[in-house]
């Protein structure tokens, strides 16, 4: 499942990336949104797609563009 596809409301654990370009993947490094990551999904706006999320163990929250959340593959907290 992609992030993307997430609804708000969820927790999720990143678990992996569908883009491994360089450049890409140095962006999700400075965000915190490693494989293992647990993060929350706060909103979608409705109007861009674009997705406000909130990294467990931060105090800040962050907006991830629909395409970046298209490329990040995601499990649900409560599977294994």
Same mark, same amino acid.
């Given at each position: 499942?992609?992030?993307? !596809?997430?609804?708000?409301?969820?927790?999720?654990?990143?678990?992996?990336?569908?883009?491994? !370009? @360089?450049?890409?993947? !140095?962006?999700?490094?400075?965000?915190?949104?490693?494989?293992?990551?647990?993060? &929350?999904?706060?909103? &979608?706006? @409705?109007?861009?797609?674009?997705?406000?999320?909130?990294?467990?163990?931060?105090?800040?929250?962050?907006?991830?563009?629909?395409?970046?959340?298209?490329?990040?593959?995601?499990?649900?907290?409560?599977?294994?």
């Amino acid at each position: 499942v992609r992030l993307s !596809q997430a609804k708000a409301g969820s927790k999720v654990i990143i678990s992996g990336v569908n883009d491994h !370009q @360089p450049a890409f993947l !140095q962006f999700l490094r400075k965000k915190g949104l490693m494989p293992g990551a647990v993060i &929350t999904l706060i909103e &979608t706006d @409705p109007f861009e797609k674009s997705l406000l999320l909130h990294l467990e163990n931060s105090s800040e929250n962050l907006f991830l563009s629909n395409e970046v959340a298209s490329q990040i593959f995601i499990r649900f907290n409560d599977e294994r």
